[in-house]
């Protein structure tokens, strides 16, 4: 018997250390190279992700291999905080560039975007100061959150007739999914008019616009991302559609100088953080229609706002328990009754 349960020991203890092995085997990181200014992975397939450069040249080719390993993807980051690139070639064996690999490289101008590109990742070339053009070619299939986000000198977004993509008055869209990826922060006008047929506002697609003061939101508009809006620190005027069912986390943030908005009885969601920072908002009525809020900053910072709420709706439920001023549109009926 005793044997037996000293078996069984044996066996569960193996079975553990087991288990640990194939979950650190599951979990280790890739091996690093290095490769003069390049660092990089290789990736499944047997090609090579570039995952830092730590050059300092100011006209760059990015090669088409490295160390025999065929390039097919810009890592998150890789680039990015670089402070001397100017322009970029990237090479035709490219098919991805990841999150974040350009942001923040002030001094870039010039971008040359292959052929062979298929996917840009999520805030791709975002705090790029300098960037003034960029052509994206047919190949590209997805693009993530506006990649070209507090571009402040870029003015002009080419992509042909047969993208996946469209871009309409300098503005680039999403032609499959009908959203709304980017308007450039560069523009000054302070009037903008979304096409009737667009059913998303892109996450940060207006971020950083602090030229435009009023927006006109189509009749299609189903939902508007996470910050959308954020510190377009001119607008003042918002007008929602009907259509509209979702205001998503932070979608108005630092809006400092939104007065007025018009929520419609479609909408049942908004986003944490929706309108904080807007300190200029006074007033606001809430739909019956919500039954989601996404937290308990949806008005943080909008320290003189009062919420117009229905009697035994979930809005005035949220305003009590997050103590918030709130009235109902009939409150002083008793006048004349």
């Known amino acids: 018997m005793k044997k037996g349960l000293a078996v069984i020991t ?16 599951g979990s280790a ?30 006209d760059l080719s990015v090669p088409a291999q490295i160390d025999g390993f065929t390039v ?10 670089n402070e001397t690139l100017f322009s970029v070639e990237l090479p035709n064996s490219l098919t991805g560039i990841g999150e974040e690999a350009f942001s923040s490289c ?19 070339f975002s705090f790029c100061y300098s960037l003034n053009s960029i052509t994206i070619p047919d190949s590209v299939v997805s693009i993530g959150r506006n990649p070209f986000e507090r571009c402040d000198c870029l003015t002009r977004i080419t992509v042909s007739p047969d993208s996946a993509f469209a871009v ?15 308007y450039p922060c560069a523009f000054t006008a302070p009037d903008y008019c979304v096409p009737e047929g667009i059913l998303s506002i892109g996450a940060r697609a207006f971020s950083f616009c602090s030229s435009l003061r009023n927006i006109s939101l189509p009749d299609s508009l189903v939902n508007i991302e996470t910050l959308a809006f954020s510190q377009c620190t001119s607008l003042n005027n918002v007008i929602l559609p009907d259509s509209l069912t979702s205001i998503g986390d932070f979608a108005f943030h630092l809006c400092s100088s939104l007065n007025n908005i018009t929520l419609p009885d479609s909408l049942t969601s908004i ?8 300190r200029n ?3 606001l009525t809430l739909p019956d229609s919500l039954t989601n809020f996404g937290g308990t900053a949806v008005f943080f910072g909008c320290h003189d706002l009062t919420l117009t709420v229905g009697r035994d709706s979930y809005a005035r439920t949220y305003a009590r328990e997050n103590n918030i001023p709130y009235t109902y549109a009939d409150a002083n009926d008793w006048l004349t009754n």
């Open 29 to 58: 990181e890739p091996q690093v190279f290095t490769s003069g200014d390049y660092e990089y992975i290789l990736l499944d397939d047997g090609s090579a992700e570039i995952t830092y450069y730590k050059g300092t040249e100011r």
């Open 271 to 278: 986003g944490n953080g929706a309108f904080s920072g807007c």
């Open 72 to 81: 097919s993807s810009i890592g998150g980051s890789a680039f990015s905080h």
């Open 281 to 283: 908002l006074k007033e």
């Open 106 to 124: 002030e001094a870039l101008q010039s971008v040359s975007l292959p052929d062979s590109l298929a996917s840009i990742g999520n805030g791709a």
């Open 10 to 25: 044996i066996l569960a203890l193996l079975v553990c250390a087991l288990g640990a092995s194939a979950q650190e085997e």
């Open 168 to 182: 309409i008055d300098g503005v680039l869209f999403e032609k499959s999914t009908k959203r709304l990826i980017c």
